[in-house]
Nanobody, 120 residues
Framework: QAQLVESGGGLAQPGGSLRLSCAAS????????MGWYRQAPGKQRELVAD???????NYADSVKDRFTISRDNAKNTVYLQMNSLKPEDTAVYFC??????????????WGQGTQVTVSS
């Protein structure tokens, strides 16, 4: 059964750092684009960053130069290193795996989400 399990959320002070991890199982990693999304209260879920199998990355403007996404294809794990955290980064962060066929999403899975709170 395909599954994504996130870990690493928690409380951080402004300017601090957190590292999120997402472990994939059930054959949903190698050919999938892995991404991190977030959803703050009262707001829509938004893409934070994603990474292809090749290592090519894409970031939301709001997190560029502060967050780094990476993947370990041998461990079926994707990471999100979050530095210089701001209160507006507070949200539930979700891991996503999507399989693309051209511009079509052929398959997609979500993790259960992990809370990140940035507050002094």
């Amino acid at each position: 059964q395909a599954q994504l399990v996130e870990s690493g959320g928690g409380l951080a002070q402004p300017g601090g750092s957190l590292r999120l991890s997402c472990a994939a199982s059930g054959g949903i990693f190698n050919n999938y684009i892995m991404g991190w999304y977030r959803q703050a209260p009262g707001k829509q879920r938004e893409l934070v960053a994603d990474i292809k199998r090749t290592g090519s990355t894409n970031y939301a403007d709001s997190v560029k130069d502060r967050f780094t996404i990476s993947r370990d294809n041998a461990k079926n794990t994707v990471y999100l290193q979050m530095n210089s955290l701001k209160p507006e980064d507070t949200a539930v962060y979700f891991c996503n795996a999507r399989l693309m066929g051209g511009t079509l999403i052929l398959d997609s899975y979500w993790g259960q989400g992990t809370q990140v709170t940035v507050s002094s």
